[in-house]
């Protein structure tokens, strides 16, 4: 294949410095340093991709830009990236511009979600993701790290959503740095079926799912020192946590290994521990009208679902099977046994098979 020709407009900088400078200037960074995208750091991204650099995925909210392969590669080498990160940057480039991920809400609203990148299949070991300890945060693993960076960038730069212009968030999220986890393998301890596996793909499939993440709470299972049944409760409280429930909203639960293996000797495969926490995870009408909230923008808005009249009415956190996501991820945790759950805002996740070959 011959050398890609680049569309982007070219600068000139004497040195790192100067770059730096440049970039703050330009506003091509939300605050953190970037790489400078040299011609030749973008055009091994391309080489390795075999894409055309012109290729569109599509345009991106909320500011209308062309997400390019070439614009794409340039905020991978800004962020770190190495060549064979950029499949996995693409792929969730792809997943956030499917139309059921909402990306102009999830960019715009005041709730200020944070996009969450799930790495999950062969990849995680082919590319080392840290997928044990510490697993949401700096643990010196570069495919961790810079792809999830690259993710913001790619937002950032060709989205346009910056807050206080096109984004509105009212707080915002620590994970609009860089968000990513990345699921244990199989045979890493994780006795459980692959979140990739449970939304269609193959066992052998390497893949990205792309969520919409609200609230991330590191909560305490008790997996290991309670019994099964009051482990369920204590995610079912969690789950129906009244400041994050005025719609039956999409919930991630990650579940570090030593809970999914106490659950998995007690006969809970991931099929019945999530069927059993829909069942659980519900909450009177009483309770919701505290909540004050009038914003029925949401599908599922809890007073489209139940007898708002009906002070006993029921009301589910999660609307069905596809709205409760589970997978394992983190290290080995005492009796304890922390766990997290991470709520949707706006949207649902969405999963990509990776399209490239090992070889």
Not at 31 to 46: F, I, Q, W
Not at 80 to 105: H, K, N, Q, S
Not at 286 to 310: C, E, F, M, P, Y
Request: hydrophobic share 40%; aromatic share 6%; glycine share 8%.
């Amino acid at each position: 294949m011959s050398t890609p020709q680049l569309a982007s407009k070219v600068y000139e900088c004497a040195d790192i410095d100067e770059f730096t400078e440049l970039a703050y200037q330009k506003g091509w960074t939300d605050g953190l340093p970037v790489l400078p995208p040299t011609e030749k750091k973008v055009t091994a991204m391309l080489d390795y991709i075999k894409r055309d650099p012109n290729e569109s995925l599509g345009v991106m909210a909320p500011g209308e830009g062309v997400a390019t392969i070439e614009k794409i590669a340039i905020n991978a080498v800004m962020a770190g990236c190495l060549p064979e990160y950029l499949p996995v940057v693409i792929t969730a480039v792809e997943a956030m511009l499917d139309p059921v991920f909402e990306l102009m809400r999830v960019q715009c609203t005041t709730g200020g979600p944070g996009p969450l990148l799930i790495v999950s299949g062969p990849v995680v070991r082919k590319l080392d993701f840290n997928f044990g300890e510490g697993a949401f945060t700096g643990t010196g693993h570069r495919a961790n790290s810079t792809i999830g960076r690259a993710v913001r960038l790619v937002l950032w730069n060709i989205g346009l959503g910056r807050p206080g212009q096109m984004s509105h968030a009212t707080m915002g999220h620590p994970g609009r740095y860089a968000y990513l986890v990345a699921e244990r393998p199989p045979e890493e301890a994780n006795p459980w079926e692959p979140i990739h596996v449970t939304n269609g793909l193959k066992l052998d499939d390497s893949a990205v799912s792309m969520y919409p993440s609200g609230a991330h709470i590191q909560f305490n299972m008790g997996a290991g020192a309670n019994t099964i049944d009051n482990n369920l409760f204590v995610c079912k409280e969690v789950l129906t946590n009244l400041g994050q429930f005025q719609a039956a909203m999409q919930k991630l639960l990650v579940i570090n290994p030593q809970a999914a293996s106490v659950l998995h000797a007690a006969g809970y495969d991931k099929t019945r521990f999530r069927d059993e926490l829909l069942a659980r995870s519900v909450r009177p009408v009483r309770d919701l009208k505290r909540t004050g909230g009038q914003s029925t923008t949401a599908t599922w808005h809890w007073t489209k679902i139940v007898d708002v009249n009906d002070d006993d009415a029921m009301v589910p956190s999660m609307i069905d099977a596809h709205h409760l996501q589970i997978m394992v991820a983190g290290g080995w945790a005492p009796p304890i046994s922390q766990c997290c759950c991470i709520n949707s805002m706006h949207g649902e996740m969405v999963t990509r098979k990776i399209n490239w070959s090992w070889d």
